[in-house]
């Protein structure tokens, strides 16, 4: 078992990997520099290295030829399409981009995980196959889903991820049992009708007042339609309709789209069937049509306990127990590790990244977002602990 001391000497590599790839964001399958930068590195330290897969994927592979386990330990590449307001010297430079989900840091910390094992291969079995992946944030379908559907992971045993969390101080982890992540809907919504005069509506179908129906209707479904002992939340985040300042004009078209999550199969398709019912409903009362198109994007994201359990474990034995935390509730969001956790025994975790002395206190996918860079080392060594301890 390493100590998090014992990795200082990769701290300074790993924020300035970190630091770099902050302020050269790219988005979802865009990662090209990004990945360019990981396989040259994972190269030089004598890795095989998959690449010019799955868009911008990235795969290292440890092979000790030894007999043993399949260990695959995944980071996400991608940024955010968001301004980076933070006022520090490793700003975004890519306009509209910005690393405000710290995958950044996750790739950084992979990287200093595969550098410590290439320099460190005595008393190692099987294999660790190092997953950079595009596209959490997406576009469908999203990093994850593809290099499931490659095969290229079909022999990992065991998959450990882990993901920034700012409302945790630096130096702690959290782990949750079985269930973490609900599953994820994108829905996309146009209704239709007849345009016309702000000042003759009769002469009209208003598909302003329309939607808004519909939308009201739709933010029922979960309190009025769905056990309420079942978690479930639906959230329209978006609309538009008609020109700015065109104040006497009613527009042919509005659309909005927004999202679901749930944990429940059941629930998800009476969601779907529901929005479905609402819209023919309140579009046909009101003389319009409508174009519904939903997009199944995650699936739940449930860990195996008994490798959480070894992960908690280690996390105490490595960082001390006041420092581990197990979740108790479901997070609501979603994560395309779910595509590994549904095939592979998995354990994703969180890790505390605040810090109010270093001002990184700000949330996911604000643009304000930073990381304490202090709690790299620290993940840096749960997660080769983790792997010592699952080759054993
Ligand atoms: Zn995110
Ligand atoms: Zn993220």
Aim: hydrophobic share 40%; glycine share 8%.
């Amino acid at each position: 078992m390493i100590k998090v001391k014992d990795l200082k000497q990769y701290e300074t590599d790993m924020i300035t990997w970190r630091r770099d790839f902050h302020m050269h964001p790219e988005k979802g399958f865009d990662e090209v520099r990004t990945s360019g930068i990981v396989a040259d590195l994972l190269e030089s330290w004598g890795l095989e290295v998959v690449k010019n897969f799955c868009m911008t994927a990235v795969i290292g592979i440890l092979d000790t030829k030894k007999p043993g386990k399949v260990i695959g330990i995944r980071a996400d590449m991608d940024a955010l399409s968001m301004q980076d307001q933070k006022d520090v010297s490793y700003r975004s430079i890519n306009a509209g981009l910005c690393h405000s989900c710290g995958h950044d840091g996750h790739t950084s910390i992979l990287l200093g995980i595969a550098k410590y094992l290439s320099e460190h291969q005595e008393g190692l079995t099987g294999k660790v196959k190092f997953v950079f992946q595009p596209a959490e944030e997406g576009p469908p379908p999203g990093g994850a889903k593809l290099i499931m559907q490659n095969g290229i992971l079909d022999d990992v045993d065991i998959m450990i991820g882990s993901h920034i969390h700012p409302s945790y101080k630096t130096g702690k982890i959290i782990v949750k049992y079985d269930e973490m992540l609900a599953s994820g809907d994108f829905f996309d919504v146009i209704i239709t009708g007849k345009g016309g005069h702000g000042a003759y509506p009769h002469e009209c179908n208003d598909v302003i007042s329309t939607a808004l129906l519909v939308i009201t209707a739709l933010n029922n479904i979960i309190s009025r339609e769905i056990d309420t002992v079942k978690p479930g939340v639906l959230s329209v985040c978006n609309i538009q309709a008609g020109e700015a300042k065109a104040n006497n004009v009613i527009p042919q078209s509005i659309s909005f789209g927004g999202t679901f999550r749930t944990l429940d199969e059941g629930v998800r398709e009476h969601i779907i069937d529901k929005i479905d019912k609402i819209l023919k409903n309140i579009c046909s009362m009101n003389n319009c049509t409508y174009e519904f198109n939903n997009q199944f994007m995650f699936p739940i994201l449930r860990n195996s306990n008994e490798v959480v359990e070894i992960v908690k474990n280690v996390a105490i034995d490595t960082i001390g127990s006041d420092n581990v935390e197990v979740m108790e509730n479901v997070d609501m969001g979603c994560e395309d590790f779910a595509y590994y956790s549904t095939k592979i025994p998995s354990c994703y975790f969180y890790f505390g990244v605040r810090n109010e002395a270093k001002n990184c206190t700000a949330t996911f996918h604000h643009p304000d977002f930073n990381m304490d860079e202090d709690s790299m080392i620290i993940v840096q060594a749960v997660i080769i602990n983790t792997l010592l301890k699952l080759i054993e």
